[in-house]
T-cell receptor, first 113, second 113 residues
Framework: QKEVEQNSGPLSVPEGAIASLNCTYSDRGSQSFFWYRQYSGKSPELIMSIYSNGDKEDGRFTAQLNKASQYVSLLIRDSQPSDSATYLCAVNTPMHSGYALNFGKGTSLLVTP | IAGITQAPTSQILAAGRRMTLRCTQDMRHNAMYWYRQDLGLGLRLIHYSNTAGTTGKGEVPDGYSVSRANTDDFPLTLASAVPSQTSVYFC????????????FGQGTRLTVV
């Protein structure tokens, strides 16, 4: 089983600060990477996808990918209490037929007012 | 509203009983997935289907079966439920392929007693 690793947290940041969430993966052949946000009792919601080395920005979110280091991160600028959730890193993994997302266990983020 | 619908939203089931969790999507996605989510273990893939008529085993398939008779429906069956199958079950779908993200249903909370 290919591994996707995340620190479980909780990561606590003050409101307005930058939250930095990290993820490493073991399959060097992985091509597609995703960040999902999951509020307690809810289903995962896609917030970012990244496929190429470098940064990808979308509003307050920036995803960073370094395939050589097998590392993907998510930065949340101007963190808000509403950002408090569990963030799941996912890597698209080839299966016997097709692909499926392999998830890390998630990092819990708490943004304090 | 387009999306993925799971039923039931929650269920208490006696051990040894048979149960089918339903999943329907109206996005015409080729690929569908079943995950279970347990505290401390994250999201784990049970079964997947790359296209109608085909299915494959994920990380934790034992005790579960699936079928994919058409594009829209992907039911998950527990033939004889055991307490270790107590979990939150998420159905997801994606257009398919190496670079496509998955979208999740609202989940089914199953308790086996």
């Amino acid at each position: 089983q290919k591994e996707v690793e995340q620190n479980s947290g909780p990561l606590s940041v003050p409101e307005g600060a930058i939250a930095s969430l990290n993820c490493t993966y073991s399959d060097r052949g992985s091509q597609s990477f995703f960040w999902y946000r999951q509020y307690s009792g809810k289903s995962p919601e896609l917030i970012m996808s990244i496929y190429s080395n470098g940064d990808k920005e979308d509003g307050r979110f920036t995803a960073q990918l370094n395939k050589a280091s097998q590392y993907v991160s998510l930065l949340i600028r101007d963190s808000q209490p509403s950002d408090s959730a569990t963030y799941l890193c996912a890597v698209n993994t080839p299966m016997h037929s097709g692909y499926a997302l392999n998830f890390g266990k998630g990092t819990s983020l708490l943004v304090t007012p | 509203i387009a999306g993925i619908t799971q039923a039931p939203t929650s269920q208490i089931l006696a051990a040894g009983r048979r149960m089918t969790l339903r999943c329907t999507q109206d996005m015409r996605h080729n690929a569908m997935y079943w995950y279970r989510q347990d505290l401390g273990l994250g999201l784990r893939l049970i079964h997947y289907s790359n296209t109608a008529g085909t299915t494959g085993k994920g990380e934790v398939p034992d005790g579960y079966s699936v079928s994919r008779a058409n594009t829209d429906d992907f039911p998950l069956t527990l033939a004889s439920a055991v307490p270790s199958q107590t979990s939150v079950y998420f159905c997801a779908s994606s257009p398919g392929g190496a670079s496509t993200e998955a979208f999740f249903g609202q989940g089914t909370r199953l308790t086996v007693v």
